[in-house]
């Protein structure tokens, strides 16, 4: 079809409509200007189809399973317990379906022009659009970059979709594994081991790093690991492989562990390596934009060096998490709109992992503050010490806060056990507001709580713990 010459021009143009999109656009009009969004497949962006949400759906099915499984402990009886793989699948792809309409229904509450189709940047302020009617030129003075990621292929490693997943294959899978390899020991990575190794599957881990979950705090690592095999998975650290050989019903991998290679046969293999920034076919190299590693370089404040254009989310710098990218998104349509935002400060982030025993932290590790020269002081807390761990039957866990000795300032908080991602955004709070040790002991918890541990890691940094 012909091109659409005349251009339609909006104050803000922003392509991909994920989590850092949408937001940056739904933000931007509520600011009064006039916005386009560009997508080129669901709405939600891979978060809310492909990733976070589905993702959880998932956990939770096998959550429940599991705690069926365990009903003699709580009094109660479930026989012949199952489960259905299609129907798990199901509920978690018409969950993220349900969302994903739900974005559409915010797009035309606030006045946004969705244009469905595949982007490229031809010139400054232009944006061309191939839609399914053609060519549709749009064009603003500001451009939002939100394009996202995708799954790292390694060579050799290539996945085919039957044997061979990414986290996408994983989420609408062809089979149910009996024996499953994982390659990576990131969030996505356990995430998926804990799910199917839940389900039944006997389930290895392969790290490159020294440890599992190697972006946490070393104590966390360790304590996760020790769960991970009590739970029958089996994890090889300072491991890598080297390649798939692929045969019918099986993947046999070459699998270096100590400068020796042991081949090792699966029926199911996930990739989990890390991801690759959707920069391509976008035009970015032609109007100076710069990149690394496929990730394009941005100041505090997301701008990319090329006038008007911003660049939010994943296909920017880490951490590359939703929650990061919408705050991005929010920060830059103030600033478009000429408002003096905060900066977002990666270290006061907060990072989730959802496997059982779920993770989170905030902040600084206790190496990394070591590093940067700070005298600290470290606090722990257990959850068998917790009267409402115990009641839950989840006595597994531990609460760890890292104190500036000098100033009081929180550094870092580092949390496994049951519902620890619902109790981090405290600490978020309290690293936000510059919070001290002597604020965090003089406030009131809750009784009975989990977020009561929060209070007593906090107490025994300083020599005052109660309940242990």
């Known amino acids: 079809m012909p091109a659409n010459t005349k251009s339609q021009t909006y104050d803000v143009i922003v392509v991909g409509a994920g989590p850092g999109g949408y937001v940056a656009a739904i933000r931007a009009a509520q600011l009064g200007l006039s916005v386009a969004i560009v997508e080129r497949e669901h709405?939600?962006?891979?978060?809310?189809?492909?990733?976070?949400?589905?993702?959880?759906?998932?956990?939770?099915?096998?959550?429940v399973y599991h705690l069926m499984q365990r009903a003699g402990e709580f009094g109660l009886s479930a026989q012949k317990t199952g489960f259905d793989l299609k129907a798990v699948v199901k509920r978690s792809r018409d969950v993220a379906g349900q969302l994903s309409s739900g974005i559409g229904h915010l797009m035309k509450k606030n006045k946004i022009t969705v244009v469905m189709g595949s982007a490229t940047l031809p010139a400054k302020g232009r944006v061309s659009v191939k839609t399914d009617k053609g060519v549709q030129e749009l064009a603003a003075k500001n451009i939002i970059l939100a394009t996202g990621?995708?799954?790292?292929?390694?060579?050799?490693l290539e996945a085919d979709g039957k044997q061979v997943w990414t986290y996408k294959h994983a989420l609408n899978p062809p089979h149910m594994p009996k024996k499953l390899l994982v390659i990576g020991s990131g969030a996505i990575g356990i995430e998926f081991a804990s799910f199917y190794n839940t389900l039944g599957a006997e389930?290895?881990?392969?790290?490159?790093?020294?440890?599992?979950?190697?972006?946490?705090?070393?104590?966390?690592?360790?304590?996760?690991?020790?769960?991970?095999?009590?739970?029958?998975?089996?994890?090889?650290?300072?491991?890598?492989?080297?390649?798939?050989?692929?045969a019918k019903g099986k993947v046999t991998a070459h699998i270096e562990v100590g400068g020796k290679v042991e081949k090792q046969d699966f029926d199911t293999v996930i990739s989990a390596v890390g991801i690759v920034g959707n920069t391509e076919d976008l035009g970015l190299e032609a109007l100076g934009v710069k990149l690394d590693r496929s990730h394009v370089v941005v100041d505090e404040y997301c701008r990319t060096g090329v006038e008007g254009l911003f660049a939010i989310g994943d296909i920017a710098a880490p951490p590359w998490l939703a929650h990061k990218a919408s705050h991005e998104g929010v920060m830059v349509a103030e600033l478009i709109a000429g408002q003096k935002p905060h900066p977002v400060r990666p270290e006061s982030i907060a990072g989730c992992t959802y496997c059982t025993p779920q993770v989170a932290s905030v902040g600084y590790t206790e190496a990394k503050a070591k590093e940067l020269g700070y005298d600290i002081k470290v606090g722990r807390?257990?959850?068998?010490?917790?009267?409402?761990?115990?009641?839950?039957?989840?006595?597994?866990?531990?609460?760890?806060?890292?104190?500036?000795?000098?100033?009081?300032?929180?550094?870092?908080?580092?949390?496994?056990?049951?519902?620890?991602?619902?109790?981090?955004?405290?600490?978020?709070?309290?690293?936000?507001?510059?919070t001290t040790e002597e604020d965090l002991m003089h406030t009131v918890f809750p009784h009975p709580t989990l977020s009561e541990m929060m209070h007593e890691s906090v107490l025994d940094a300083y020599g005052r713990v109660i309940h242990m």
């Open 43 to 63: 709405l939600g962006g891979i978060c809310l189809n492909w990733g976070c949400i589905p993702t959880k759906a998932l956990l939770r099915s096998s959550e």
């Open 149 to 156: 990621a995708r799954a790292r292929e390694l060579p050799g």
């Open 203 to 246: 389930t290895t881990v392969v790290e490159v790093m020294d440890r599992v979950l190697p972006v946490e705090d070393a104590e966390i690592s360790k304590f996760a690991k020790k769960q991970f095999v009590k739970q029958g998975m089996k994890i090889m650290e300072k491991s890598m492989v080297k390649k798939l050989d692929r």
């Open 381 to 434: 807390f257990p959850y068998i010490g917790n009267g409402k761990a115990i009641a839950l039957g989840e006595a597994e866990g531990m609460v760890k806060t890292i104190f500036d000795a000098k100033t009081g300032e929180l550094l870092g908080a580092h949390m496994i056990g049951a519902e620890v991602t619902e109790l981090i955004q405290g600490y978020v709070i309290g690293r936000q507001l510059e």
